[in-house]
C-alpha cells in the first residue's frame, strides 16, 4: 500500500472496525513499515495494542492533534504560521 501512497507519513487507525482487525492492520503496517506510526483509537478499557506507537481511549481530539503535531513539529508549525497569516488576511 504505502509504495502507491509514498506521501503517507502516520497511520491513525479505529480500533472498533468491524471488517478487519485492526490489530492484524497495526501488525501488518509495522512488519512492512516499522518506522511508521501508527496511532489506534480505541473505546475506554480496551486491550493494549502493543503494535501502536500510541494508543489513545475514545476520541481525544486535543491529545491527537498534540501527538500529531509531535510526530512532525516542523509541518505543524508551517501549517499554524499559514493559519496565522490567513486570519489576519480575513
Do not use: C
Amino acid at each position: 500500500m504505502f509504495h502507491r501512497f509514498p506521501g503517507v507519513s502516520g497511520v491513525v487507525l479505529d480500533a472498533g472496525l468491524k471488517d478487519i482487525s485492526s490489530r492484524e492492520v497495526a501488525q501488518t503496517i509495522k512488519a512492512s513499515q516499522k518506522s511508521m506510526p501508527v496511532i489506534v483509537i480505541a473505546a475506554p478499557g480496551t486491550e493494549n495494542y502493543p503494535e501502536a506507537d500510541f494508543q489513545l481511549e475514545s476520541f481525544e481530539p486535543a491529545k491527537l492533534l498534540e501527538i500529531l503535531k509531535g510526530l512532525q513539529p516542523k509541518a505543524s508549525k508551517e501549517i499554524e504560521t499559514r493559519n496565522e497569516q490567513l486570519s489576519r488576511e480575513q
